[in-house]
């Protein structure tokens, strides 16, 4: 079964356009993340939600809105897409909130290609 | 919130050999975690030292944390070819990760 998973693996659009990844874990775990990988490699983190509460909100673009329906599932909606934003999103979840003492589970990633 | 930063950026080696990566970090932190990713995938969580202790093992994995430093390091043993991956180090609570070490272990 597969602990934390994404939708879609990868996601080729154009510039200007408004598209949404899904994520969803099945951990049962309380906090979600979103991070962003470049093509350098260096995994930042945007968002984290406790309880569909957001606890994390890093310096990211009003572009980006994340949305958790339920525990289970933490969306990210991306609006008027940028060249800069092609990157590799990675969904994570974790038992507890984010102190750095959980683990965090990870999804296998969505590659967003703007063109 | 900080970074890890992981030396060496890049790392080549042979199978059977030992590896050994360092992480470094700026601020006091109550744990580490170490962390694999395979090319294409997510990260995998290895190992979490916690600011109390000094050494720890997993299998082939061996991390050491020096707070006076503020360092770690992860060494894998009687490396394989399926240990190819980038490595990366969360200091402290946020998880805020760095660019990681990229093993690469030919057979």
């Known amino acids: 079964d597969t602990a934390v998973s994404q939708t879609p693996k990868y996601l080729v659009t154009q510039m200007g356009n408004d598209k949404s990844i899904k994520c969803e874990q099945n951990?049962?775990?309380?906090?979600m993340y979103w991070y962003k990988q470049d093509s350098k490699k260096f995994l930042k983190i945007m968002f984290s939600?406790?309880?569909?509460?957001?606890?994390i909100n890093e310096t990211v673009p009003n572009r980006f809105s994340p949305k958790s329906p339920d525990k289970a599932h933490l969306n990210l909606h991306i609006n008027s897409l940028e060249l800069g934003d092609s990157a590799v999103y990675f969904c994570?979840?974790?038992?507890?909130?984010?102190?750095?003492?959980?683990?965090?589970?990870f999804g296998p990633g969505t590659r967003l290609t703007v063109t | 919130s900080q970074q890890g930063e992981e030396d060496p950026q890049a790392l080549s080696i042979q199978e059977g050999e030992n590896a050994t990566m360092n992480c470094s970090y700026k601020?006091?932190?109550?744990?580490l975690q170490w962390y694999r990713q395979n090319s294409g995938r997510g990260l995998v969580h290895l190992i979490l030292?916690?600011?109390?202790?000094r050494e720890k093992h997993s299998g082939r994995l061996r991390v050491t944390l020096d707070t006076s430093k503020k360092s770690s390091s992860l060494l894998i043993t009687a490396s394989r070819a399926a240990d190819t991956a980038s490595y990366f180090c969360?200091?402290?609570?946020?998880?805020?990760f760095g660019q990681g070490t990229e093993l690469s272990v030919k057979p």
């Open positions: 994570a979840s974790s038992q507890g909130n984010p102190s750095g003492y959980y683990e965090q589970y």
């Open positions: 951990l049962g775990h309380d906090t």
């Open positions: 939600y406790n309880n569909k509460e957001l606890i």
């Open positions: 601020t006091s932190i109550n744990n």
């Open positions: 030292i916690r600011s109390n202790e």
């Open positions: 969360a200091p402290g609570g946020k998880l805020i």
